[in-house]
């Protein structure tokens, strides 16, 4: 059974920068699909990141492109997001996401099947 454990979420004021990680395990294939998502209040949860772990290609949602990175390091199966420069829009749980199969592109989130618990990111004005 895949699990997903993020860690480093917390509290930050505008213009910081934060590092999430996503450690998985008990994923039978070396290569995956996996992605960063969050969830503002009020909102209906949005793909942020993606990658394909055996891949060089990163993707990402426009409001978050220059100022995040998402990296894998395959030999801990560990994901990362880093997030610089935050805004409080930037505010909401972020998830870990994986999934089997490959993946060309940040998926919708339907096309996720393994799901982590979420870490919370609040970032003040």
């Known amino acids: 059974q895949v699990h997903l454990v993020e860690s480093g979420g917390g509290s930050v004021q505008a213009g910081g920068s934060l590092t999430l990680s996503c450690a998985a395990s008990g994923v039978p294939y070396s290569q995956y699909c996996m992605a960063w998502f969050r969830q503002a209040p009020g909102k209906v949860r949005e793909g942020v990141a993606g990658?394909?772990?055996?891949?060089?290609?990163?993707y990402y949602t426009d409001s978050v492109k220059g100022r995040f990175t998402i990296s894998v390091d395959n030999a801990k199966n560990t994901l990362h997001l880093q997030m610089n420069n935050l805004q409080p829009e930037d505010t909401a749980i972020y998830y870990c996401a994986a999934d089997l199969e490959f993946c060309p592109e940040l998926r919708p989130e339907k096309e996720y099947d393994y799901w982590g618990q979420g870490t919370q990111v609040t970032v003040s004005s």
């Open positions: 990658l394909y772990t055996a891949g060089g290609n990163t």
